[in-house]
C-alpha cells in the first residue's frame, strides 16, 4: 500500500507542486487582500453572512441585504456557493468570529474552487495533449492573473468555473468510456454546480445535453442504455437543483429564475440614474453595437484586459506590454487554427484520424467547446449592449476552458510548423515562465503594493 502511495507521489509531483504553489497564493491572497477592495464582495458576502447568522436563505428583496444603490441583491441569484461560503464561515467560527476571519473563511472556497479547476485542467490536459503541451495548457489557465484574483475573494464566477471543469473533463472520459455511469454521476455533479452557482455557465449544460445523446449516437448504444443513462443524469440533477426552481417558484410568484422580480426591485428601490427603465445603455443611446464593440476604450478592449487581469473595481491595470504578450499567443493561435481548418476543408491536409466514429466524436468534442465559449461571450455583450454597460473579463470566464484549449492547439500548430522538434519544449518552457512572470508581477504588484496599508485587517 506505501508502494502504491509512494509510486502515485512520483508519477504526480510535479503536478501536485503545482497545484499546491497555485493554492498558497491564492489563500495568501485571500488572507492579505482587504474586504470589498473587489468587484461586488461587500454585496456578495451579504448572502452568506445572513444565512450564517439567520440560518436560512434570504429573500432577494430583504432590506437587509438589498443594495440601497441597486436596490436589489445577489439572493436573486443562485445560491449554492453562499451556502458552502456560509458553512466555512460556521467552521470557522468555532475558532473565531471575528469580521476578518469570518470573511477569510468565506474566501476560502473561492481559493478551493480555483485550486479544484487547476487540477481538473491537469486531469484533462493528460488526455487532450502529449506530453510537452500539458503545462503549457494548465499554466495558460491557472497562471492567468484574472484566475487567480476570480480565487482569491467572495464571488460565484470562480465556483461555476470550477462547475464547467468538471463538466469538460466528463465529455472527455464518458465519450472515451461510452459513458460508464461513474462518468454520468460526473457530468451532473459539475451541471448541479453550475446551475446552482452562475446563469453565465448555463451553456456548459445545454452544450452537454447535445454531447450526450450526439456521443452515444455516434457510437450505436441501444436506446435502452442511453435512456438509463440519461435517466440517472436526469434524476441527479433534478434532485439536487429542483429545490432551488421550486423556492423561486413560491416566494417570487412563479418566477422560477427570479430574473423579473430582480427588474421589479431594481425598478422601485434603485436610485434614479440605475433604474432598469432610466439606466443608460448603449442601445437606448442610439450606438450601434460595433461602435460599442470597437475602439480603444470600447467594450471588447476594456473585456479584454480585465479577461487577463485587472483588479480592484476595475482600477488597477497590469503594465501593457502583459496584454500584449497574451494577445500575440491569442491571435497567432486564432490564427493558425484558422489556416489548418481553410486546409482541411480545400483538401491540403489530410484528417488525422481515419476511424469514422472517433473522427466524429472529435468534431462533436471540438463544437462543444466553441459553442461553450461563445455563449458566454454572447450573453456578455447582449448584456452591455442592451441591459447594463458593463465591459469585464470576469463575464467572460466561464469559456476560460475552451478558449485555452483552442489556444494551446494553436501554440502547437504553429511550433510544429516552424520550430524544429527538438526545440520545441526550449519554447513551450519560455512561454510558460513568461506566464509565470506576469502573474508573479501581478500578485506581488497588486497585494503587497497596492494593500500594504490594509494588511491588518484581520
Not at 449554492?80 to 464561515?89: D, G, H, Q, R
Not at 440533477?237 to 429564475?257: M, P
Request: proline share 4%; hydrophobic share 50%; aromatic share 16%.
Amino acid at each position: 500500500m506505501k508502494t502504491k502511495k509512494a509510486d502515485w507521489m512520483k508519477k504526480w509531483s510535479k503536478e501536485l507542486i503545482f497545484t499546491g504553489a497555485v493554492f498558497l497564493a491564492m489563500t495568501l491572497w485571500a488572507f492579505f487582500q482587504p474586504f470589498d477592495s473587489a468587484p461586488d464582495e461587500a454585496m456578495r458576502y451579504q448572502i452568506p453572512a445572513f444565512i450564517f447568522n439567520y440560518g436560512k436563505l434570504p429573500h432577494g428583496g430583504d432590506p437587509l441585504i438589498r443594495s440601497a444603490q441597486w436596490g436589489l441583491s445577489y439572493g436573486f441569484g443562485p445560491q449554492l456557493s453562499y451556502i458552502i461560503e456560509a458553512l466555512f464561515m460556521k467552521v470557522m467560527s468555532i475558532i473565531s468570529k471575528r469580521d476578518g476571519a469570518l470573511i477569510f473563511a468565506a474566501r476560502m472556497v473561492s481559493v478551493c474552487c480555483g485550486a479544484g479547476t487547476v487540477w481538473m485542467t491537469i486531469l484533462m490536459s493528460k488526455k487532450l495533449f502529449e506530453k510537452k503541451y500539458r503545462m503549457l495548457f494548465v499554466s495558460l489557465i491557472g497562471l492567468l492573473p484574472q484566475f487567480l484574483y476570480l480565487a482569491s475573494y467572495v464571488n460565484n464566477d470562480i465556483m461555476a468555473l470550477f462547475g464547467s471543469s468538471i463538466i469538460v473533463y466528463m465529455w472527455i472520459c464518458g465519450m472515451e468510456s461510452g459513458w460508464k455511469y461513474k462518468h454520468c454521476i460526473g457530468l451532473a455533479a459539475g451541471i448541479v454546480i453550475c446551475t446552482l452557482t452562475y446563469y453565465n455557465s448555463y451553456g456548459f449544460i445545454l452544450c452537454s445535453i447535445i454531447l450526450f445523446f450526439a456521443s452515444l449516437s455516434i457510437q450505436k448504444t441501444a436506446p435502452k442504455e442511453i435512456a438509463k443513462r440519461a435517466a440517472l443524469i436526469t434524476v441527479l440533477v433534478l434532485a439536487l437543483t429542483g429545490w432551488y426552481f421550486i423556492r423561486n417558484y413560491i416566494i417570487y410568484d412563479g418566477d422560477i429564475l427570479a430574473m423579473n422580480i430582480g427588474s421589479e426591485y431594481a425598478e422601485k428601490f434603485a436610485v434614479d440614474s440605475l433604474k432598469p427603465s432610466m439606466r443608460q445603455t448603449p442601445y437606448s443611446s442610439g450606438q450601434s453595437i460595433v461602435e460599442m464593440f470597437m475602439g480603444k476604450s470600447g467594450w471588447f478592449a476594456v473585456s479584454w484586459r480585465s479577461f487577463v487581469g485587472v483588479f480592484g473595481y476595475m482600477a488597477v491595470y497590469l503594465p501593457n506590454w502583459n496584454y500584449f504578450f497574451y494577445a500575440f499567443i491569442f491571435w497567432i493561435s486564432a490564427g493558425s487554427l484558422l489556416l489548418k481548418a481553410w486546409k482541411k476543408k480545400a483538401g491540403i491536409v489530410k484528417p488525422v484520424c481515419r476511424e469514422k466514429s472517433v473522427a466524429a466524436k472529435s468534431r462533436l468534442f471540438h463544437a462543444a467547446m466553441a459553442v461553450a465559449a461563445v455563449i458566454p461571450f454572447g450573453l456578455a455583450l447582449y448584456y452591455s449592449y442592451f441591459s447594463d454597460y458593463q465591459p469585464q473579463g470576469r463575464y467572460l470566464m466561464p469559456m476560460l476552458i475552451p478558449l485555452m484549449y483552442f489556444v494551446t492547439h494553436g501554440i502547437r500548430i504553429v511550433l510544429e510548423h516552424f520550430i524544429k522538434p527538438e526545440k520545441t519544449e526550449a519554447v513551450i518552457r519560455i512561454i510558460t515562465v513568461i506566464m509565470a512572470f506576469i502573474a508573479i508581477y501581478a500578485y506581488l504588484g497588486v497585494l503587497i503594493l497596492t494593500y500594504w496599508g490594509s494588511l491588518n485587517h484581520i
